[in-house]
């Protein structure tokens, strides 16, 4: 019965209203009697955290932790990438005909989830992408994958159907359906990458460091523009942080790169451990 009417539920759900008042809940003075269960129940290790634990004023700024210098050390080489969250890998692969997989039996169109000019999907035809999603026990900051300048970004409103399994597979084109802000940024040697940021049921919203671009807002619409001083910054570099878990998903353009032999679909990875690197040349 359970299986059944969970399905049904989550498109009735009014998503975005709950994630919004989620937000307000956690930022709240009177959560931060709940961060001690949070971390006994997730079961996250306090000692490489930024801060002691009784130093953070609300759950939220407690999701939104950092961590302490070289807690997560950096992989080095300008070819290389890097993970730039912690979390598990649910898909990777080729992008073929303009399309990602989901998951088994599902698909969404590169042109949908990207929400911008068909150009900019068409850069990524033939490339290839890796599927990350945040658990609430993850670490929610999101870092630089590569060295390079940021060129412009696209802000798409949308449903916030939940990531986890019973989303993704029971959504279908959940990531192309649900809100997202897309980064693109420029690389030397991979050409462009992008890193989109999705948004999920109880993330209060995405945000990031180079505009005051925010997700989950009361009529929002679609925005996209050039980043003001196209600004450069360095692999595992903050770019942005989740109010909450979520899903992000990263896009090559290169077709050059070959995945780093403990990369696979189930894995868990942390952020700035070797994603992929550039095929050596022949």
Known sequence: MRKKLLPGLIHRLPQNALSRTM??????????????????????????????????????????????????????????????????????????????????????????????????????YGGRFITIYLSPRDYHRIHMPVTGKLLRYTYVPGRLYPVNQLGIEHVDRLFARNERLVTYMKTEQMGCVALVKVGALFVGSVKVVYNTATTNVKHGRQTSGPIQGEPCLDKGDELGWFEFGSTVILLFESRQLEWADNVSIGSTVLMGQKLAQLKASE
């Open 23 to 124: 937000g307000k809940i956690t930022a709240s003075r009177f959560s931060r009697l709940a961060i001690r269960h949070y971390i006994r129940h997730y079961k996250i290790d306090p000692t490489i955290m930024e801060k002691p634990v009784h130093e953070y004023r609300t759950l939220k700024e407690f999701f939104t932790r950092r961590l302490k210098p070289g807690a997560r050390p950096i992989a080095p080489g300008t070819d290389v990438v890097i993970s730039p969250v912690d979390g598990t890998v649910s898909q990777m692969g080729d992008i073929r005909e303009g399309t990602l997989i989901q998951a088994k039996g599902k698909q969404y169109s590169l042109a949908e989830l990207l929400g911008d000019a068909p150009e900019m999907a068409e850069r990524f």
